[in-house]
Nanobody, 123 residues
């Protein structure tokens, strides 16, 4: 069993930065790929980024490519999402998820989810 807790969300102006963290309990976490997803009001949950269990492979949504960076520290059981050059359209609740079966960009394939952290980007 893995429990995930996100932190680091908040209110930031356009062009600003935030660093989200996903802290996990459970030794198995280091063997799981981890994804970040987000959901804006009235919209479906969408893929943001993912990182392999080794940290050697990452993928990003086109909308965040070049602005967001996903990383992990398996010794600390954490995965981070550094978000730079934030835009109002990045406003959403951000979730981390672990243990995917299937396509990394499909939320249904992830077994474990955190409760989410709100990110609001003001214009």
């Amino acid at each position: 069993q893995v429990q995930l807790v996100e932190s680091g969300g908040g209110l930031v102006q356009t062009g600003g930065s935030l660093r989200l963290s996903c802290a996990a309990s459970g030794r198995a976490f280091s063997r799981y790929a981890v994804g970040w997803f987000r959901q804006a009001p009235g919209k479906e949950r969408e893929f943001v980024a993912t990182i392999s269990w080794t940290g050697g492979t990452t993928y990003y949504a086109d909308s965040v490519q070049g602005r967001f960076t996903i990383s992990r520290d398996n010794a600390k059981n954490t995965v981070n999402l550094q978000m730079n050059s934030l835009k109002p359209e990045d406003t959403a609740v951000y979730y981390c998820a672990a243990d995917v079966s299937g396509k990394y960009y499909e939320s249904l394939g992830y077994k474990y989810w955190g409760q989410g952290t709100q990110v609001t980007v003001s214009s």
